[in-house]
């Protein structure tokens, strides 16, 4: 018997359980690294974060919603890892699983499922375990190479938490340049700080990975980093102040991670390419304002949770230039 | 402290006694003069809004029924409410009552079900009538049959069409059918027709619209109109045009319908027994 | 050689599937019987004008157009015609056919059958006259009369004749072929079209991924004033005319204009070859060239059909089908349309016919849109394509107008690339003709 149905009756390889998990092989490099540093227990709040994840999905799919087995596209795989990166390692496990509660039910399931999310889950996890545990999301624990039983690890604070609470005084010293960690630690992640962001060299990987599989466009990542460079550069010339230092604004906290997973999910960001500038934008301006404005050392998370409540109207405004149409 | 809260107390007894002098003034400079029986005859209306009267909705409606003279009024009709809702609305206006109108419901015409027709190919595309029409005939060769995607349910404001799973045909609840015709508009082939509910639900039609050749139509469905003329026989007012009989709603289907559809061959004249019918229906529910 | 040119906005890079660039045309041969639709072209109907009984030659007139916009039907076989009921049509539809029963093969006197080259151009109104003649219709797909498309409104001029050889619909080679085999009658059809708009310059644009035909267009073509090759980049839907047109003159035709608003006219390279033929060896179109090709298909090739030609033959030939062909498709996989009747004949309008594996044609199961945007990336028109399915899904008509729907070419790129499996063409046509009848 033929078949008959509509053009085009070819269709790209590509499709969203793949797109899926070549975020995921992307996200692998910067887990490993954290492994590395944070030993066995950031391992555990990744698994514990993934498998929350994933349960929650396909309990709430299956008694809930009664929809079909939603697990399969990897997306809850995604949401997982992401959360889990944005924890601290020594967070302890049920905290972890309220995040995923929030992460899946709330901010993901709620609004419909994958596509139709308003706020990144991850980060809506992660900000409202931030807001509800604020000791134990900002106890860092201090990385050692190849520690993996790195059990009763003593704390420390992140580079931005340093600069944060410097004094006024001693921010023009140029001793107090000795507090923070190298350049080159804070690149390979040898910094205290969240499991998955320390390390810019293991997430430029994956950004690397995401290019050349043409998952995303170097757009968003690259004009949030770059605004935050500049706007922290420019006032760190005036100013000389430490705090405001341009490299250790992107090379530490969740600028990286931020800029290249969170802010780039399809679901969350505009969907024209003026619209994705004009977004990437305000979240370096809003993620810089917070940095060196509000109580808190980061302001990522919150600066891309607050340009994705203005997704709608930038899809309204920023639409792709129409062929035949002079603007 | 306390010249605190007093200042507070002005700046904001001041704020408000601006914005209610504000608001006066602007509600007063936009007002809208609504003729009142316009909200008088929307109460009364089945707030459907599905069009069937030729309005963009019952608001509309109601708007044309109160601006409108007795002459223009007469021609005005909501089939959804019925005479009981013109009626109600002539009061309001004050205007004479309509006559009164016969009911119809509407009537698919075509019967090709899985069963009689069977499939020679498969859809594999969108579930929408218009697009499987836009490409090819229907799956079992038809040109101008059900193709079985369900457009007319999705566009029934009323839910009174459902598919049928065992004959994938779209099946009309007369108790919940309003005549409002979007079914008709919808449906790409025009299989639906409004047609006289007929005393004590008691009706005949032809259900297919095949203009093929008896022979070209017969390969593809059992049940399809051959134009064999046998009905003709039966009625005069009968006709049959391009290969395709069809029984005008003026003859009588309790005193020819049951004949009728008994001379039909092919099965393509359906007599619906009113009383039967129902009980079914009622049945399902 | 120059610089490569394409389009700026959208466009994908499907897997080409070439499988028949190098295989020479091949005659088809004559089948038992030929039928031939008297509507093969936009417009109205062409009118019967024989009938039952009578013996016809290759190149009598069958169909005379009616009206403006409509086109002469010519036999493509010689015998007798055995009916002129309607058949069913590719789709399942009736159309008005006229059958032939095959006997012998003998051309109309007229037709100049030699090999031999013609290089003397006639004059215009001959052209003009020869061309409607012949029943010429745009054979890329599009089937507009070519005597309607070469007739310039009154209030415009012709600045450009653009010869569109490119072929960026995959498995298709036909055109391909022609431009390798047949260069100088393409190269001297584009100057008998120029003369017939009184134009000085024309182009043949050529896709990169045929370097023989591009070298030999390249050689022949610069003996002949006037006559330009270029070369386009290989990436879909280069083709089409108003990319085309950006590609070559990077001009824009205006939303809701047509070419020769902006001075340009686009011919197939099929087209054009037929016009010589016509006009130099006064031979009406009855015969083109398909691709017959498909994962599933045994024997690829490049076939000369007389037109009319049942579709079944021509599987035979290459072949035949297999239980494994789960499409048929006439035309390519992007814009093309699947058949259910294989004893359907072909048309003028008939690029290819490509047997189709149910792994290949397969349309997976429609899932969430992620907002991935790459619909929008990748057409070509600038269009909002998960805009407009997700309003013709809530019946929402009314916005949809906004999202200038009707600007659409079709060309099938957003539904291609989404990775949710969206069938968004299918929501873009819903919403085109929904706005075409509230218009």
Same mark, same amino acid.
């Given at each position: 018997?033929?078949?008959?149905?509509?053009?085009?009756?070819?269709?790209?390889?590509?499709?969203?359980?793949?797109?899926?998990?070549?975020?995921?092989?992307?996200?692998?490099?910067?887990?490993?690294?954290?492994?590395?540093?944070?030993?066995?227990?950031?391992?555990?709040?990744?698994?514990?974060?993934?498998?929350?994840?994933?349960?929650?999905?396909?309990?709430?799919?299956?008694?809930?919603?009664?929809?079909?087995?939603?697990?399969?596209?990897?997306?809850?795989?995604?949401?997982?890892?992401?959360?889990? %990166?944005?924890?601290?390692?020594?967070?302890?496990?049920?905290?972890?699983?309220?995040?995923?509660?929030?992460?899946?039910?709330?901010?993901?399931?709620?609004?419909?499922?994958?596509?139709?999310?308003?706020?990144?889950?991850?980060?809506?996890?992660?900000?409202?375990?931030?807001?509800?545990?604020?000791?134990?999301?900002?106890?860092?624990?201090?990385?050692?190479?190849?520690?993996?039983?790195?059990?009763?690890?003593?704390?420390?604070?992140?580079?931005?938490?340093?600069?944060?609470?410097?004094?006024?005084?001693?921010?023009?010293?140029?001793?107090?340049?000795?507090?923070?960690?190298?350049?080159?630690?804070?690149?390979?992640?040898?910094?205290?700080?969240?499991?998955?962001?320390?390390?810019?060299?293991?997430?430029?990987?994956?950004?690397?990975?995401?290019?050349?599989?043409?998952?995303?466009?170097?757009?968003?990542?690259?004009?949030?980093?770059?605004?935050?460079?500049?706007?922290?550069?420019?006032?760190?010339?005036?100013?000389?102040?430490?705090?405001?230092?341009?490299?250790?604004?992107?090379?530490?906290?969740?600028?990286?991670?931020?800029?290249?997973?969170?802010?780039?999910?399809?679901?969350?960001?505009?969907?024209?390419?003026?619209?994705?500038?004009?977004?990437?934008?305000?979240?370096?301006?809003?993620?810089?304002?917070?940095?060196?404005?509000?109580?808190?050392?980061?302001?990522?998370?919150?600066?891309?949770?607050?340009?994705?409540?203005?997704?709608?109207?930038?899809?309204?405004?920023?639409?792709?230039?129409?062929?035949?149409?002079?603007? | 402290?306390?010249?605190?809260?007093?200042?507070?107390?002005?700046?904001?007894?001041?704020?408000?006694?601006?914005?209610?002098?504000?608001?006066?003034?602007?509600?007063?400079?936009?007002?809208?003069?609504?003729?009142?029986?316009?909200?008088?005859?929307?109460?009364?209306?089945?707030?459907?809004?599905?069009?069937?009267?030729?309005?963009?909705?019952?608001?509309?409606?109601?708007?044309?029924?109160?601006?409108?003279?007795?002459?223009?009024?007469?021609?005005?009709?909501?089939?959804?409410?019925?005479?009981?809702?013109?009626?109600?609305?002539?009061?309001?206006?004050?205007?004479?009552?309509?006559?009164?109108?016969?009911?119809?419901?509407?009537?698919?015409?075509?019967?090709?079900?899985?069963?009689?027709?069977?499939?020679?190919?498969?859809?594999?595309?969108?579930?929408?009538?218009?697009?499987?029409?836009?490409?090819?005939?229907?799956?079992?060769?038809?040109?101008?049959?059900?193709?079985?995607?369900?457009?007319?349910?999705?566009?029934?404001?009323?839910?009174?069409?459902?598919?049928?799973?065992?004959?994938?045909?779209?099946?009309?609840?007369?108790?919940?059918?309003?005549?409002?015709?979007?079914?008709?508009?919808?449906?790409?082939?025009?299989?639906?027709?409004?047609?006289?509910?007929?005393?004590?639900?008691?009706?005949?039609?032809?259900?297919?619209?095949?203009?093929?050749?008896?022979?070209?139509?017969?390969?593809?469905?059992?049940?399809?109109?051959?134009?064999?003329?046998?009905?003709?026989?039966?009625?005069?007012?009968?006709?049959?045009?391009?290969?395709?009989?069809?029984?005008?709603?003026?003859?009588?289907?309790?005193?020819?319908?049951?004949?009728?559809?008994?001379?039909?061959?092919?099965?393509?004249?359906?007599?619906?027994?009113?009383?039967?019918?129902?009980?079914?229906?009622?049945?399902?529910? | 050689?120059?610089?490569?040119?394409?389009?700026?906005?959208?466009?994908?890079?499907?897997?080409?599937?070439?499988?028949?660039?190098?295989?020479?045309?091949?005659?088809?041969?004559?089948?038992?019987?030929?039928?031939?639709?008297?509507?093969?072209?936009?417009?109205?109907?062409?009118?019967?004008?024989?009938?039952?009984?009578?013996?016809?030659?290759?190149?009598?007139?069958?169909?005379?157009?009616?009206?403006?916009?409509?086109?002469?039907?010519?036999?493509?076989?010689?015998?007798? *015609?055995?009916?002129?009921?309607?058949?069913?049509?590719?789709?399942?539809?009736?159309?008005?056919?006229?059958?032939?029963?095959?006997?012998?093969?003998?051309?109309? +006197?007229?037709?100049?059958?030699?090999?031999?080259?013609?290089?003397?151009?006639?004059?215009?109104?001959?052209?003009?006259?020869?061309?409607?003649?012949?029943?010429?219709?745009?054979?890329?797909?599009?089937?507009?009369?070519?005597?309607?498309?070469?007739?310039?409104?009154?209030?415009?001029?012709?600045?450009?004749?653009?010869?569109?050889?490119?072929?960026?619909?995959?498995?298709?080679?036909?055109?391909?072929?022609?431009?390798?085999?047949?260069?100088?009658?393409?190269?001297?059809?584009?100057?008998?079209?120029?003369?017939?708009?009184?134009?000085?310059?024309?182009?043949?644009?050529?896709?990169?991924? +045929?370097?023989?035909?591009?070298?030999?267009?390249?050689?022949?073509?610069?003996?002949?004033?006037?006559?330009?090759?270029?070369?386009?980049?290989?990436?879909?839907?280069?083709?089409?005319?108003?990319?085309?047109?950006?590609?070559?003159?990077?001009?824009?035709?205006?939303?809701?204009?047509?070419?020769?608003?902006?001075?340009?006219?686009?011919?197939?390279?099929?087209?054009?070859?037929?016009?010589?033929?016509? *006009?130099?060896?006064?031979?009406?179109?009855?015969?083109?060239?398909?691709?017959?090709?498909?994962?599933?298909?045994?024997?690829?090739?490049?076939?000369?059909?007389?037109?009319?030609?049942?579709?079944?033959?021509?599987?035979?030939?290459?072949?035949?089908?297999?239980?494994?062909?789960?499409?048929?498709?006439?035309?390519?996989?992007?814009?093309?349309?699947?058949?259910?009747?294989?004893?359907?004949?072909?048309?003028?309008?008939?690029?290819?016919?490509?047997?189709?594996?149910?792994?290949?044609?397969?349309?997976?199961?429609?899932?969430?849109?992620?907002?991935?945007? +790459?619909?929008?990336?990748?057409?070509?028109?600038?269009?909002?394509?998960?805009?407009?399915?997700?309003?013709?899904?809530?019946?929402?008509?009314?916005?949809?107008?906004?999202?200038?729907?009707?600007?659409?070419?079709?060309?099938?790129?957003?539904? %291609?690339?989404?990775?949710?499996?969206?069938?968004?063409?299918? %929501?873009?046509?819903?919403?085109?003709?929904?706005?075409?009848?509230?218009?």
């Amino acid at each position: 018997m033929l078949k008959i149905s509509t053009a085009p009756h070819i269709h790209s390889p590509q499709t969203v359980s793949g797109i899926m998990k070549d975020v995921v092989i992307a996200l692998i490099p910067a887990g490993l690294v954290a492994v590395l540093f944070f030993g066995l227990p950031a391992l555990i709040i990744i698994a514990t974060s993934v498998a929350g994840c994933v349960l929650l999905e396909y309990l709430a799919g299956r008694f809930w919603l009664k929809t079909e087995n939603t697990t399969r596209d990897y997306s809850a795989v995604i949401t997982g890892l992401l959360l889990a %990166y944005n924890l601290p390692s020594s967070l302890p496990l049920p905290m972890v699983l309220a995040g995923c509660f929030m992460s899946i039910v709330v901010a993901k399931l709620c609004y419909g499922g994958l596509g139709k999310n308003i706020f990144n889950p991850a980060l809506v996890g992660r900000v409202f375990l931030f807001i509800s545990f604020p000791v134990e999301m900002t106890r860092w624990p201090v990385p050692q190479f190849m520690n993996f039983l790195n059990i009763d690890a003593q704390t420390g604070a992140t580079p931005l938490g340093i600069l944060k609470h410097l004094d006024a005084a001693e921010t023009t010293l140029i001793q107090s340049n000795s507090l923070l960690p190298e350049y080159w630690k804070m690149f390979v992640g040898y910094t205290g700080g969240c499991i998955g962001e320390v390390s810019s060299l293991a997430l430029l990987l994956g950004f690397g990975y995401l290019l050349w599989k043409k998952i995303i466009s170097w757009h968003i990542p690259f004009y949030y980093i770059g605004t935050v460079f500049i706007i922290s550069g420019i006032t760190w010339l005036f100013t000389h102040d430490i705090r405001f230092e341009p490299l250790t604004h992107i090379l530490s906290g969740g600028l990286m991670l931020g800029a290249i997973f969170m802010a780039t999910d399809y679901t969350t960001s505009p969907m024209s390419l003026n619209g994705k500038i004009f977004f990437a934008i305000c979240c370096g301006i809003l993620t810089v304002v917070i940095r060196f404005f509000s109580g808190y050392p980061e302001g990522v998370s919150f600066a891309i949770l607050i340009m994705n409540a203005f997704v709608p109207l930038i899809d309204r405004y920023f639409t792709p230039r129409r062929f035949g149409v002079k603007k | 402290m306390s010249d605190t809260i007093i200042t507070n107390i002005y700046v904001l007894d001041a704020i408000a006694v601006s914005a209610a002098i504000i608001l006066y003034f602007v509600s007063k400079k936009f007002k809208t003069r609504e003729n009142h029986k316009i909200s008088e005859i929307d109460e009364c209306l089945p707030q459907a809004n599905c069009g069937a009267c030729g309005k963009a909705g019952c608001r509309d409606f109601a708007t044309a029924c109160a601006n409108s003279n007795e002459e223009e009024f007469s021609k005005l009709y909501c089939t959804v409410g019925g005479k009981d809702v013109m009626d109600k609305i002539a009061d309001i206006l004050g205007y004479s009552k309509q006559e009164t109108k016969e009911e119809t419901v509407a009537v698919l015409r075509c019967n090709g079900s899985c069963q009689n027709a069977p499939a020679k190919k498969i859809y594999d595309g969108i579930s929408s009538c218009r697009i499987a029409v836009g490409i090819s005939s229907s799956p079992n060769g038809c040109p101008e049959g059900c193709v079985h995607l369900g457009d007319c349910v999705k566009a029934c404001p009323f839910g009174a069409i459902h598919m049928d799973k065992a004959s994938q045909m779209p099946i009309v609840d007369e108790n919940k059918c309003t005549s409002c015709g979007k079914c008709v508009k919808t449906c790409p082939r025009g299989l639906f027709e409004l047609r006289p509910r007929g005393k004590n639900g008691k009706r005949v039609y032809v259900a297919c619209r095949n203009t093929q050749k008896g022979n070209i139509a017969r390969k593809n469905c059992k049940v399809a109109c051959i134009g064999c003329q046998k009905c003709t026989s039966i009625n005069s007012l009968v006709k049959v045009k391009n290969n395709l009989s069809y029984i005008p709603t003026t003859v009588s289907a309790e005193k020819y319908g049951a004949e009728l559809a008994k001379t039909c061959p092919t099965g393509a004249i359906i007599y619906i027994n009113g009383t039967e019918k129902t009980e079914k229906a009622h049945e399902k529910n | 050689m120059k610089k490569i040119k394409t389009f700026p906005l959208g466009g994908i890079h499907p897997n080409k599937y070439k499988l028949t660039a190098d295989s020479p045309i091949i005659d088809a041969g004559l089948p038992e019987y030929v039928y031939i639709p008297i509507k093969q072209h936009i417009g109205a109907p062409a009118k019967i004008t024989v009938q039952k009984g009578d013996k016809v030659k290759v190149g009598t007139l069958l169909a005379d157009s009616d009206g403006i916009i409509s086109a002469d039907i010519h036999s493509s076989v010689s015998g007798e *015609v055995t009916s002129l009921e309607p058949i069913e049509g590719e789709f399942g539809y009736y159309e008005d056919c006229i059958t032939i029963k095959v006997e012998g093969d003998e051309f109309e +006197k007229e037709i100049d059958t030699s090999p031999e080259l013609i290089t003397e151009i006639p004059e215009a109104d001959i052209i003009a006259q020869r061309i409607r003649e012949s029943g010429i219709v745009g054979m890329g797909g599009a089937g507009f009369p070519t005597p309607v498309k070469t007739t310039v409104p009154p209030n415009r001029k012709a600045r450009i004749l653009i010869v569109n050889g490119i072929e960026c619909e995959p498995f298709l080679t036909a055109d391909g072929r022609l431009m390798i085999e047949k260069a100088e009658e393409i190269i001297i059809g584009a100057k008998i079209l120029n003369k017939l708009l009184n134009i000085q310059n024309a182009i043949i644009a050529i896709d990169e991924n +045929k370097p023989e035909a591009i070298e030999i267009m390249q050689r022949l073509s610069k003996r002949y004033v006037g006559v330009n090759v270029q070369v386009c980049a290989t990436k879909y839907p280069q083709g089409g005319e108003k990319q085309l047109i950006k590609a070559i003159t990077g001009k824009e035709v205006p939303s809701g204009k047509l070419p020769i608003d902006i001075g340009c006219i686009v011919q197939n390279v099929a087209t054009v070859f037929a016009v010589y033929e016509a *006009v130099q060896k006064k031979k009406p179109l009855f015969e083109r060239i398909i691709t017959i090709s498909g994962d599933e298909c045994k024997h690829p090739a490049n076939y000369r059909v007389r037109i009319g030609t049942p579709a079944n033959y021509l599987i035979e030939k290459a072949g035949g089908a297999s239980e494994e062909v789960a499409q048929i498709i006439y035309g390519g996989p992007m814009m093309g349309s699947s058949i259910i009747n294989t004893q359907a004949p072909v048309t003028k309008l008939t690029g290819g016919i490509l047997l189709l594996s149910d792994s290949l044609s397969h349309k997976k199961e429609e899932q969430n849109c992620i907002r991935c945007s +790459k619909c929008a990336e990748v057409c070509p028109m600038g269009l909002q394509p998960y805009l407009i399915g997700k309003l013709v899904k809530e019946d929402m008509f009314e916005e949809v107008k906004d999202c200038h729907a009707l600007d659409c070419i079709e060309c099938g790129c957003c539904a %291609y690339t989404c990775p949710a499996n969206i069938p968004l063409l299918d %929501y873009c046509k819903l919403a085109k003709s929904e706005l075409k009848r509230n218009r």
